[in-house]
């Protein structure tokens, strides 16, 4: 089946991004009724696993909302295994080659554009019966994650990779490798320029960006900077802020 989220971006649209770390099929369902464009199933820094992961998504199937997996590395047996379970983007993290890009493409497309294995078990459900592979290695977004120094010095050869379809800044790691402290919603001088390169070298190829944002006021930012993909909402940080804000209301009292 098409994928809204691509179809968005063709027509120069952001993509506005909710980030799912608890494993529980009902806090992804509040979630995808909330009316985010997408959901991403956090596998990396997240406590998913993949049986929490797939009860997600199949929570999140039942609303206008593209399921994409952050999975917790390049590799292709859990990339295959979000994807058979109907991701219809993977986020990969820590890709700082263009060798590392083309492994990620490979692992995310069937042949002769990758080398994907043939079994999508629940995927198949979001078309008719028989046309998933047909409609697969166009549907599927295929992202890799930029967030180290060594990715920047190397931008250009991972966007030159075919199949390729968005990179996402990590702004934590992103800092920690240019000697800075980990942290979103970055102002320094020196990350703000490397976002925009990252910008400008991947609107050369027709590629979106991605950043991942703590709050909707700095992703709003973001937006009007030109990203094309944004996370504005992290399940568990809002349940914690929140807990801490009202238990520090009713200490006061």
């Given at each position: 089946?098409?994928?809204?989220?691509?179809?968005?971006?063709?027509?120069?649209?952001?993509?506005?991004?909710?980030?799912?770390?608890?494993?529980?099929?009902?806090?992804?369902?509040?979630?995808?009724?909330?009316?985010?464009?997408?959901?991403?199933?956090?596998?990396?820094?997240?406590?998913?696993?993949?049986?929490?992961?797939?009860?997600?998504?199949?929570?999140?199937?039942?609303?206008?909302?593209?399921?994409?997996?952050?999975?917790?590395?390049?590799?292709?047996?859990?990339?295959?295994?979000?994807?058979?379970?109907?991701a219809?983007?993977?986020?990969?993290?820590?890709?700082?080659?263009?060798?590392?890009?083309?492994?990620?493409?490979?692992?995310?497309?069937?042949?002769?554009?990758?080398?994907?294995s043939f079994?999508?078990?629940?995927?198949?459900?979001?078309?008719?019966?028989?046309?998933?592979?047909?409609?697969?290695?166009?549907?599927?977004?295929?992202?890799?994650?930029?967030?180290?120094?060594?990715?920047l010095?190397?931008?250009?050869?991972?966007?030159?990779?075919?199949?390729?379809?968005?990179?996402?800044i990590?702004?934590?790691?992103?800092?920690?490798?240019?000697?800075?402290?980990p942290?979103?919603?970055?102002?320094?001088?020196?990350?703000?320029?490397?976002?925009?390169?990252?910008?400008?070298?991947?609107?050369?190829?027709?590629?979106?960006?991605?950043?991942?944002n703590?709050?909707?006021?700095?992703?709003?930012?973001?937006?009007?900077?030109?990203?094309?993909?944004?996370?504005?909402?992290?399940d568990?940080?809002?349940?914690?802020?929140?807990?801490?804000?009202?238990?520090?209301?009713?200490?006061?009292?």
């Open positions: 089946m098409p994928n809204p989220m691509k179809d968005a971006w063709r027509a120069g649209r952001a993509v506005v991004n909710g980030w799912i770390s608890i494993p529980s099929a009902f806090g992804a369902e509040l979630m995808a009724k909330a009316g985010f464009d997408a959901l991403t199933v956090d596998m990396q820094h997240g406590i998913q696993d993949y049986a929490s992961a797939v009860a997600c998504m199949q929570a999140i199937a039942a609303h206008p909302v593209v399921p994409v997996v952050r999975v917790p590395w390049n590799e292709p047996g859990i990339i295959g295994k979000v994807l058979d379970a109907g219809m983007g993977v986020i990969c993290p820590m890709v700082n080659s263009a060798a590392e890009a083309r492994a990620l493409v490979d692992a995310c497309r069937y042949p002769p554009l990758g080398q994907r079994g999508p078990i629940r995927a198949a459900i979001y078309g008719q019966a028989g046309s998933y592979f047909a409609t697969a290695n166009e549907d599927v977004a295929v992202i890799a994650m930029i967030e180290t120094k060594q990715a010095d190397n931008l250009e050869s991972i966007l030159d990779v075919p199949g390729i379809d968005g990179v996402y990590g702004p934590g790691d992103l800092g920690l490798s240019m000697g800075l402290q942290m979103l919603d970055r102002k320094e001088p020196e990350v703000l320029a490397a976002y925009d390169r990252v910008l400008e070298q991947a609107n050369k190829r027709g590629i979106i960006a991605g950043i991942h703590a709050t909707p006021e700095y992703a709003l930012t973001m937006v009007q900077r030109g990203f094309r993909f944004v996370t504005v909402y992290n568990a940080a809002t349940v914690a802020t929140g807990a801490i804000r009202d238990v520090a209301v009713m200490r006061k009292g």
